[in-house]
């Protein structure tokens, strides 16, 4: 079936570093999404992207969706502490038929 | 790794019936589960906290009496879509959360999608 992973599971930075964490799909994606959760809190949707190759800008956060529509990435520049929390991919698989997460990739940033 | 099943994966219904639809945490016990529902090409959109033992709190806009929700057992929450009509044909998620070590994760089901006729 198709799955879709995300790397790296944890990752620690020092505030003003910059963060990226991969999606990768074994399948072709009719669309990715990206969440993020906050401790004790639920998947916040962050954006979506549809076309092969795009890229999307919110303030300091980057997003990718490869151009074979199977990877995808998230791009943070000079982390705050605000960044805290675990960003999950989903997406489509491209029957529509299955949406997917990603396990997450748990940030911590450190002041 | 801890493992959601959701049941049945996908429900073809006419209007005006009952569907009920299970998540189970496979592998781990679960005080909390969420119900999430998703519309075409949107993002997920929460419903209901699911709590063991206790009534679900339901997202603002959600009717309670429309959307059953009961967690009978730390490993096993149902939503029930009551005299479900096609506006609730959508995709509905569960998850279920895992406090390990003072962290709390959620872990997804792969959803069950509702068309009702």
């Known amino acids: 079936g198709q799955q879709v992973m995300q790397i790296p599971q944890y990752q620690h930075v020092q505030e003003g570093e910059d963060f990226t964490t991969y999606c990768n799909s074994s399948?072709?994606?009719?669309?990715i999404q990206w969440y993020k959760q906050r401790p004790g809190g639920h998947p916040v949707f962050l954006i979506q992207?549809?076309?092969?190759?795009e890229v999307k800008k919110q303030k300091r956060l980057t997003f990718q969706f490869g151009e074979a529509k199977k990877n995808s990435s998230l791009h943070i520049t000079a982390t705050q502490t605000t960044d805290v929390g675990t960003y999950f991919c989903?997406?489509?698989?491209?029957?529509?038929?299955?949406?997917?997460f990603g396990p997450g990739t748990r940030l911590s940033v450190l002041p | 790794g801890a493992v959601v099943s959701q049941h049945p994966s996908w429900v073809i219904c006419k209007s005006g019936t009952s569907v009920k639809i299970e998540c189970r945490s496979l592998?781990?016990?679960?005080?909390?589960m969420f119900w999430y529902r998703q519309f075409p090409k949107q993002s997920l959109m929460l419903m209901a906290t699911?709590?063991?033992?206790?009534?679900?709190?339901?997202e603002q806009g959600v009717e309670k009496d429309k959307f059953l929700i009961n967690h009978a057992s730390l490993t096993l929450s149902t939503l029930t879509v009551t005299s479900a009509h096609p506006e609730d044909s959508s995709f509905y998620i569960c998850?279920?959360?895992?406090?390990?070590?003072?962290?709390?994760?959620?872990?997804f089901g792969p959803g069950t999608r509702l068309t009702v006729l």
């Open positions: 992207l549809v076309k092969s190759g």
């Open positions: 399948t072709t994606l009719s669309n």
């Open positions: 592998d781990f016990q679960a005080t909390t």
């Open positions: 998850s279920a959360e895992l406090t390990r070590a003072r962290t709390d994760t959620q872990y």
């Open positions: 989903a997406g489509f698989d491209n029957y529509g038929q299955n949406f997917v």
């Open positions: 699911s709590n063991e033992g206790s009534k679900a709190t339901y």
